[in-house]
């Protein structure tokens, strides 16, 4: 499975957008962007996931670069509650691949 | 739905001892999953199963052993624990029919500290 990249912390004022980076260059064909986040010590939670094509869901969008090496996840309306460590995962598609965790983005969400 | 549980949620244990960690899931997933959580670092994959009856390891292996006799439930288990097991375990569960790209359910974790 490819490795990701993500800044180790981000701040964001409550209400705005938050974008959060991540860059997967060595990403192959058939795997997918997934993103976790992780409230406090609770098991993570599934956010949204996609392949080349941008996503929406009631949680997030998904913004994938066309050459698939990089993608941004933007919780459109950031609250408190959304501070959480934020996980960007390459998997492969099927019933390959296991989720392979690196260290995410620790995202401070402030008044 | 209970979704994925896990039993016991702390525990503390004394060097050499040994335990079980069991995770169960009512949503028939094929695929579960062990992962230990360290302060300040991502989940490290321990050990995961693809079916009932199957096991492989995975980042992180050694000290732990796995068994999957019925499909609903995995068990870790540490034969002899160590300092280093001090750690937060995570089990979860995914489906591979549907969509085959499915999202993983994770439990709420078990506190584990050796001494």
């Known amino acids: 499975d490819a490795k990701t990249t993500q800044p180790p912390s981000m701040d964001c004022a409550e209400g705005r957008a938050a974008n959060l980076p991540c860059n997967h260059s060595t990403i192959s064909g058939n795997e997918y962007v997934y993103w976790y986040r992780q409230i406090h010590s609770q098991g993570p939670q599934y956010i949204i996931h996609?392949?080349?094509n941008n996503e929406t869901n009631e949680m997030a969008s998904l913004i994938i670069t066309e050459d698939r090496k990089s993608s941004t996840l933007i919780l459109p309306h950031a609250t408190l509650r959304d501070t959480a460590v934020y996980y960007c995962i390459v998997r492969a598609g099927g019933s390959q691949g296991n989720l392979i965790f690196g260290k995410g983005t620790k995202l401070s969400v402030k008044p | 739905n209970a979704g994925v549980t896990q039993t016991p949620k702390f525990r503390v244990l004394k060097t050499g001892q040994s335990m079980t960690l069991l995770c169960a899931q009512d949503m028939n997933h094929e695929y579960m999953y062990w992962y230990r959580q360290d302060p300040g670092m991502g989940l490290r994959l321990i050990h995961y199963?693809?079916?009932?009856?199957?096991?492989a390891k995975g980042e992180v292996p050694d000290g732990y052993n796995v068994s999957r006799l019925k499909k609903q439930n995995f068990l870790l288990g540490l034969e002899s624990a160590a300092p280093s097991q001090t750690s937060v375990y995570f089990c979860?569960?995914?489906?591979?029919?549907?969509?085959?790209?499915?999202?993983?359910?994770f439990g709420q974790g078990t506190r584990l500290t050796v001494v």
């Open positions: 979860a569960s995914r489906s591979t029919t549907g969509t085959l790209n499915t999202e993983a359910f």
């Open positions: 199963s693809v079916g009932e009856g199957t096991t």
């Open positions: 996609g392949l080349k």
